[in-house]
């Protein structure tokens, strides 16, 4: 796990812990016995410790977090190091993230590889850094740096970490230990060496200017609206600025011990979990087989195919986008470049970068011209014609082995997959809207999807930065499927008495970024709508017809100032209200406990339904699907481990009672009775 190797009066400590070299209670006590031996040792002059394998230290042990351990503590190991009297030089490569980089904050000298990421992810998982991070960071790098790394959970790279002084020096990737060797040996006749803890000159600008933490606040709040850990992560930078080092120290520990057992962390952490969890498929042995993918193509450069074309180009597969006619193809590519050129002026991507994308791009009005592809994925009209008659083209024209995907978000895959002469080729490929930005994939398997094809998508996913999670053929698959439960219900509430702004604002307080009115208003309520068969039989279709289509016309549910600042609309009103009285609805007041049940109930009744019938894999993938597609607030961990911590015989006691009132649509599915007979839980 660890070992020692002399280079002269070097002393090279090495960490051996696959796969991410995690700070287990065996490494921290190896790891300080180490250090022990060579601080004693009169032959060693100074210190380097770095990592075999992946990365550098990825962080503590998450598993084990909160549970009690022996000493040394990672504060206690990183205070061990700090003290040391020989100079301890952090040799760091691939990620350092979370208790990996406090590890290195405690060394007295940085040195990482040009490709190397640094940062405090611990946010991410509803905890702050509870090591020293809070403390150490805002000391080399200065309050307003430290605040947006901590804060956000970003990593930096190394590039970015040298110009903030986070590191000492840069190198390139396969010189990493000779190097750090040379600059220790340097080190040894120096009489002090910098530790972070005694530094305040990067504190000076915060304490003149206190205020800028409440400017920060300010800045984040809409982000982090409804989280705990990053007013926490807050408090303990402002800790780091006001108290002495120790006090310091001892803030930044109560915050972390109180967030470490708040069911937020355990949520996001369950998240965390959940999301590695669905990369792996129960029926498909590790081994099979992958299909290389060198070229991508897309049918179709609508809202959808451009997003999608650019998750390949941005890592460096070049695609063929094919649409049917010119004026289409040209807004579609004029999009992409104009996306890109966005993300270059918000200094996410270089020029370089953006013309590299670019160049990558081919396109075609002609189908033929994706023979050589070794993925095609059709984002063509939702309609089974249209798709089915790609699908026979596709068939004609791409190579034996390429994967043929659709990114339909409801129809039935196997009815696609049956217009060809391979159906084990064709694979569902659901990217969410915008697919650029959007991290959840749906990858739809069909009765007939074969393995090789579905562990490569699988594969590809990660490599374009999507969490995947598998879905079974069904009408809406896990997502969508889930969300027209809580469509229906809102629209039922509306006509029994709610307003659109009440359902809304229960959910936005429940943690969701927006409710489903708002939702619609920005999608659009004119998807799918047509004015010469729309008929005045919902709600969407009157305001439709009145032209109110949402954000765009500048009205919808809500009416739409020139800031795109909503109000709750007096016509709509009046329109619900003549609409439910000619369907014999009698307005009456409706909590806000029913709005949240009757929208979220359903959910998990129709998640349960999706186990039942073996849609998902598990409960946890469900929860990967609304954290990451629906904004499902992660800090209760998504819908199935929101259902479990309220206790699933309260949301069959709810379904019950709604189902007296309202009829079989809330009768119980049959794993979500059995379950709260048992006191069973989905997580
Ligand atoms: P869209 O209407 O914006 O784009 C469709 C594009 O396909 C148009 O540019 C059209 O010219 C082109 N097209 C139609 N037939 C074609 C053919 N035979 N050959 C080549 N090009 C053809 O539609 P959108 O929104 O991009 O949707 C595409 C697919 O993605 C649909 O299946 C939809 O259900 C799905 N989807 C849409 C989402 C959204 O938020 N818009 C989200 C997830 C999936």
């Not at 024209?397 to 995907?405: C, E, F, R, W």
């Not at 391979?422 to 694979?427: D, G, K, N, S």
């Not at 129709?606 to 992660?634: F, M, T």
Request: charge should be neutral.
């Amino acid at each position: 796990m660890i070992r020692s190797e002399p280079h002269g009066e070097v002393m090279l400590v090495v960490a051996d812990n696959p796969p991410v070299n995690a700070l287990s209670q065996e490494l921290r006590h190896a790891l300080g016995d180490a250090l022990d031996r060579a601080e004693a040792d009169p032959a060693v002059g100074a210190i380097v410790i770095c990592c075999d394998g992946r990365g550098f230290f990825a962080g503590a042990d998450i598993g084990a977090l909160g549970k009690s351990s022996t000493p040394p503590s990672l504060p206690q190991l990183i205070e061990k190091i700090e003290g040391s009297q020989k100079p301890v030089i952090a040799a760091i490569h691939g990620n350092a993230l979370g208790g990996g980089l406090e590890v290195a904050l405690g060394c007295h000298y940085r040195i990482a590889t040009r490709s190397a990421k640094l940062g405090l992810s611990e946010v991410k998982l509803g905890l702050l850094p509870g090591a020293g991070g809070t403390q150490r960071l805002p000391r080399l790098v200065g309050v307003e740096k430290a605040l947006s790394m901590i804060v956000t959970g970003e990593p930096v790279t190394a590039t970015d970490a040298l110009g903030m002084d986070l590191i000492d020096r840069l190198v390139d990737d396969d010189s990493l230990v000779r190097e750090a060797i040379l600059f220790a040996r340097e080190r040894i006749s120096a009489r002090d060496h910098p530790r972070s803890s005694l530094r305040t000159d990067r504190l000076a600008d915060a304490v003149r200017d206190p205020a800028m933490f409440d400017r920060f606040r300010h800045e984040i709040a809409g982000k982090t609206r409804g989280f705990a850990a990053p007013e926490a992560c807050i408090k303990a930078i402002e800790a780091a600025v006001k108290l002495p080092f120790a006090d310091g120290m001892a803030r930044e520990r109560a915050l972390f011990a109180s967030l470490v057992k708040s069911d937020q962390s355990r949520a996001q952490r369950h998240v965390f979990f959940a999301e590695r969890t669905a990369a792996k498929v129960d029926d498909i042995p590790p081994g099979v087989p992958r299909i290389p993918i060198a070229g991508v193509g897309i049918v179709g450069t609508g809202t959808m195919g451009g997003g999608i074309a650019m998750n390949f180009l941005s890592i460096g597969i070049p695609v063929t986008i094919v649409e049917r006619e010119q004026a289409a193809l040209d807004r579609g590519l004029a999009t992409i470049r104009r996306n890109y050129e966005r993300a270059a002026s918000r200094g996410r991507l270089s020029g370089e970068e953006v013309d590299k994308a670019m160049s990558l791009l081919a396109s075609s009005l002609a189908i033929e011209a994706l023979a050589d592809c070794d993925l095609i994925i059709e984002a063509v009209f939702e309609s089974m014609a249209v798709k089915q008659e790609v699908f026979r083209k596709l068939d004609a024209v791409a190579k034996p082995g390429a994967i043929l995907a659709s990114n339909t978000s409801r129809l039935d895959l196997n009815e696609i997959a049956a217009q060809t002469g391979r159906p084990e080729a064709v694979i569902g490929l659901h990217f969410f809207s915008p697919a650029n930005v959007m991290r959840l994939l749906e990858v739809v398997r069909s009765a007939k999807t074969g393995a090789s094809q579905l562990a490569t998508a699988m594969d590809l996913a990660k490599r374009i930065g999507k969490v995947a999670v598998v879905s079974g053929v069904c009408p809406g698959f896990i997502g969508n499927r889930m969300l027209g439960q809580r469509s229906r219900q809102a629209q039922l509430l509306i006509l029994e008495g709610a307003k659109p702004w009440d359902v809304d604002r229960v959910l936005t307080n429940f943690g969701f970024p927006m409710g489903p009115f708002q939702m619609s208003d920005l999608a659009g309520l004119d998807l799918g709508w047509r004015r010469e068969s729309s008929k005045g039989e919902s709600i969407r279709d009157l305001l439709c017809e009145r032209d109110r289509r949402g954000q765009k016309t500048s009205k919808g549910y809500y009416d739409y100032d020139s800031n795109r600042m909503a109000t709750p609309s007096a016509e709509v009103e009046s329109i619900i209200a003549e609409f439910a009285a000619s369907r014999r609805y009698r307005p009456r007041q409706i909590s806000e406990q029913e709005i949240l049940e009757r929208l979220l109930y359903p959910m998990i009744n129709e998640g349960a339904k999706i186990l039942e019938e073996g849609i998902a894999q598990r409960a946890s993938d469900i929860d990967v699907v609304w954290v990451n597609g629906y904004g499902w607030p992660a800090f209760t961990g998504g819908p199935m481990f929101w259902a479990d911590g309220i206790n699933l015989q309260t949301i069959v006691a709810g379904l019950q009672s709604h189902q007296a009132r309202f009829g079989a649509e809330f009768a119980v599915s049959q794993l979500l009775q059995r379950k709260a007979s048992n006191a069973g839980r989905f997580n």
